[in-house]
């Protein structure tokens, strides 16, 4: 990695890397960011990463990364680029490998006085409906034909397929489905991947989470997301499992070998690309939402597993507990948006690698039942501090093109937090706040230990001073299954 560039403060929560820092920088970088965050990412090689996305062609205003950014493939984590489609690139690495790694929150009518006693019951349940870890199986199993109609289908497959009912569609970003999924885009190793891990979590930073309600902040859109404080809560975090793996895997290693013939030189050859308007793009970009669909299909079928368990445990139907999907949303995925740009309105490939949209009141991409509040955004905290709901905001689209954090993001990385923490005190420090964990491996609790994380006070505080989002409502974890 380059020297890290130097950051020139624009205001309390915007810092800026300046064109002529890096040598083949078009546009700026912007990092939204505070005093207390700075510390985590000074000498940090994320920054560098930021500086390398503003050399791509095509790029659009300036690269931007979000108060949770850390070190990734290409682009850092928590960044953020959009592209001109005649003159731009997709690259894969700003899209990351674990194509739609995404966030869905369930609510239940259920409060805290009536699931703690049943607790470690209904965890030790979610563990075993919903396969996890490295390599899970036993999901819900695919034929060959079945995995290409899962992704051309999405969650609407799933649906389809007694997985949930069509009104958990209607609050999914894209309703659960990207229509310019080809299957035949997918390579058959891709498939082989995805044919047993429909419906289970995978490792690392995925988890489902049983939490409460603790704080509301705006009363008037709460109430509309069944947000009341006391109420139990689901939140799930998982991707497109190992099918978006080799997806991103089979491209990236495509472009690498077509780069020089396409006339284009990087500084950094993990931004490998192909300009938008190739045929080699245009095939990795339904490749990304064949694997996209995987995923939303995937968190349908986990969400089914959900129900099943908490209507296991407590003897009624998951209807009668109001097991409702909130909102599901994405965080690795390329998309054509329309933004202002120069004066004018521009259709844009915008990019985002550990980020989501956060889309204001009044825009189409929002669904109908949260239109005149603003797309819900969902962020996790750490399994032992608080997640957190948020709310685009119209500043949004100017500062972000309407994009916000995605996370907490990480401070240490996984080695280091596995060298630092020890299973047994993390799970007693746990325990001591009332918290229930259930992990495949000692590895998965360690190496996602609260301390491993930045704080989700502060990330979220800089995402609101920003003019990103605005806080909904804060979430506590009372349980935890992790991979």
Known sequence: MPNVPALVQRDEFTFDIPPEEVPGMRVPGRLFSSASLLGEVQGDPSLSQLANVATLPGIQLRALAMPDIHFGYGFPVGG????????????PGGIGYDINCGVRLIRTSLGVDEVRPRLAELVERLYRNVPSGVGARGGVALSPTGVDEVLAG?????????????????????????????????????KKRGLKQLGTIGSGNHFLEVQAVDQVFDPEFAPVLGLVPGRVVIMLHTGSRGLGHQVATDYIQEMDRHLAGEGITLVDRQLSCAPIASER?????????????????????ITDGVRRAFAQVFGRSWEELDLSVVYDISHNMA???????DGGRRRLLVHRKGATRAFPAGREEVPAAYRGHGQPVLIPGDMGTASYVLAGL???????????????????????????????????DLAGHGIVVRSTTREGV??????????????????????????????????????
């Open 335 to 341: 998309k054509v948006e329309e933004h202002a740009v």
């Open 394 to 428: 119209p500043t949004a689209l100017e500062r972000s093109f309407g994009s916000s954090c995605h996370g907490a993001g990480r401070r240490l990385s996984r080695h280091a937090a596995n060298r630092q923490f020890r299973y047994e005190d993390v799970t007693r």
């Open 281 to 301: 793009a245009q095939r990795y970009l339904a490749a990304m939402a064949a694997a996209a669909n995987f995923a939303w299909a995937n968190r349908q079928a």
């Open 80 to 91: 953020v680029a959009a592209f001109d489609l005649a003159d731009g690139v997709v690259s």
């Open 446 to 483: 360690t190496e996602e230990a609260p301390g491993a994380y930045k704080n989700v006070e502060d990330v979220v505080r800089v995402a609101e001073g920003a003019g990103l989002t605005r806080r909904v409502a804060r979430l506590v974890p009372l349980g935890v299954v992790k991979g």
């Open 154 to 190: 999405g969650a609407r497959w799933a649906v389809e397929h007694g997985l949930g009912r069509p009104d958990d569609l209607v609050v999914q970003e894209e309703e659960g489905r990207l229509p310019s999924a080809d299957p035949s885009a997918v390579s058959p190793s891709a």
